[in-house]
């Protein structure tokens, strides 16, 4: 982190050149940035970096897309639900308060990892870690964000000065679209688990804009894979899973039958069998 301010011209050309759609469970891909849609932004300069506030929707909903451009070029983002934002925007005050209490840098009292006070929030299936942090540089918050299970990590680092402007921001646009995500707003069930022989199977629900979804994850050593099954079709699911039951059933049944039949030795030896009486 730079104490170097840089200017704002060519500022928006820059970042419509650098920037990119997508976000994970907000819809990645190419496809995603045809069907993207910019509903406003906000751009500040923080020192040496520019960051850019984008509300943006697409056909799992509305999200913010928080962009950090440095000043060599070098550009890293997160992505926030409305109510992450919101939940995000708060945690900016509280974290500027308590940066306003700590008076000049000492070197000679800064902790062993950097760290000045740190939060987490979580959101469905992401988890973001905010740190407030110190180097010989200076004082920054760094928010980072993880995917449950594997994924990518990213982060942005929000010079610790800028803290304010930013959440005042944060708040422009939270007050114009609003911090409901939508969707379920009870207690979602906990995740299961089950082992198969070599293979370990986590069932997850978890939601987003569109909705609840069921996340089936089949882990093994080395292979991962999973589907998601929207909410909405689990019933059929079910119902999919109970017929192929039943129907294995009968099959192992009247393969049991035809084999007993067949042999007239086993059959002979069944009949012999006698009850075992229920007295001693």
Known sequence: MSDTGSGHDGAQK??????????????????SQQTEQELATKMLQIQSKRFYLDVKQNRRGRFIKVAEIGADGRRS???????????FRDHLSTFSDYYASLGPPNPDNVPEDGKLKS???????????????????????????TITRGG??????????G????????????????????GFK????????????????YFDIGQNSRGIYMRVSEVKSNFRTAITVPEKCWSRFRDILSDYCDKMKKTSESTTS???????????????????SSKH
């Open 152 to 161: 990518p990590r990213s982060q942005i680092a929000i010079p610790a000065q």
């Open 186 to 201: 009870g207690e979602l069930p906990e995740g299961r688990h089950m082992r198969v022989d070599n293979k370990n199977f």
């Open 163 to 182: 803290m304010i402007e930013f959440r005042d921001a944060l708040t422009d646009l939270l007050e114009e679209f609003g911090t409901n995500d939508g």
């Open 14 to 31: 820059d970042y419509s050149q650098k920037m990119d759609g997508g976000g994970g469970d907000f819809d990645s891909g190419q496809q």
């Open 119 to 145: 939060e987490m929030m979580i959101k469905d299936n992401r988890r973001y870690y905010l740190d407030l942090k110190e180097n010989v540089r200076g004082r920054f918050l760094r928010v980072s964000q």
């Open 258 to 276: 035809s084999i007993t039949a067949d042999n007239p030795l086993q059959k002979q030896t069944s009949n012999n069998i006698e009850p075992v």
């Open 77 to 87: 983002q997160i992505f926030l639900a409305l109510s992450t934002a919101a939940e």
